[in-house]
């Protein structure tokens, strides 16, 4: 078959199928396809796949169903609308628009507070308080009322004694004098 120095030859034989094949190597290839086999068999009997759930059937889709708007629904959202314009700074359109949701709703306590807000924006002390007060006697569980209505006599306190004119002590000292000099 070969020359004597040549070893190639004498390792190759024939396999199974008459082909001429590199035998160590077959035998390791059948070799893992039976390890391989093995353990598949293996992990199917310790980890068997789950069984199908049957498929349930889709649901019908629900009607579509229209609810009208409520007047609380349509005061939510002139609350919501006047939220927005006050952060803003729009305060005349918030103002407008939680006097048109207290319109709706009069026991809507954010519309109040919005109100009051937008009034102490464009410094009108007075009317945040009386919004306010409007807004106690609709009833507060939650006493909200009391916090915003010192928030609005702190605020209404600060502009007065940021537009008080400020006197300084050597002026007054020099009238007084010169009031007893003569």
Same mark, same amino acid.
């Given at each position: 078959? *070969?020359?004597?120095?040549?070893?190639?030859?004498?390792? +190759? @034989?024939?396999?199974?199928?008459?082909?001429? /094949?590199?035998?160590?190597?077959?035998? !390791?290839?059948?070799?893992?396809? !039976?390890?391989?086999?093995?353990?598949?068999?293996?992990?199917?009997?310790?980890?068997?796949?789950?069984?199908?759930?049957?498929?349930?059937?889709?649901?019908?889709?629900?009607? &579509?169903?229209?609810?009208? =708007?409520?007047?609380?629904?349509?005061?939510?959202?002139?609350?919501?609308? *006047?939220?927005?314009?006050?952060?803003?700074?729009?305060?005349?359109?918030?103002?407008?628009?939680?006097?048109? *949701?207290? =319109?709706?709703?009069?026991?809507? &306590?954010?519309?109040?507070?919005?109100?009051?807000?937008? &009034? &102490?924006?464009?410094?009108?002390?007075?009317?945040?308080?009386?919004?306010?007060?409007?807004?106690?006697?609709? @009833?507060?569980?939650?006493?909200?009322?009391?916090? +915003?209505? /010192?928030? =609005?006599?702190?605020?209404?306190?600060?502009?007065?004694?940021?537009?008080?004119?400020?006197?300084?002590?050597?002026?007054?000292?020099? /009238?007084?004098?010169?009031?007893?000099?003569?």
């Amino acid at each position: 078959m *070969a020359a004597e120095g040549n070893i190639i030859p004498q390792i +190759w @034989g024939k396999n199974n199928c008459g082909r001429e /094949e590199f035998p160590l190597r077959c035998r !390791k290839i059948r070799k893992m396809e !039976k390890l391989r086999t093995l353990w598949e068999f293996i992990k199917f009997v310790f980890n068997p796949p789950p069984p199908e759930e049957p498929k349930a059937e889709p649901l019908p889709p629900e009607p &579509l169903t229209y609810t009208p =708007a409520t007047e609380e629904t349509i005061a939510e959202e002139y609350v919501r609308a *006047a939220r927005s314009a006050l952060r803003r700074g729009e305060t005349e359109e918030a103002q407008t628009l939680c006097e048109k *949701a207290l =319109a709706l709703d009069a026991s809507n &306590l954010f519309a109040y507070h919005l109100l009051g807000q937008a &009034l &102490l924006e464009q410094g009108d002390f007075e009317g945040a308080l009386a919004v306010y007060e409007r807004a106690r006697a609709q @009833g507060d569980p939650l006493q909200l009322v009391e916090g +915003w209505i /010192e928030q =609005a006599e702190r605020r209404r306190m600060e502009a007065e004694t940021a537009s008080a004119p400020e006197v300084e002590e050597g002026d007054e000292g020099s /009238e007084h004098k010169s009031g007893t000099e003569t």
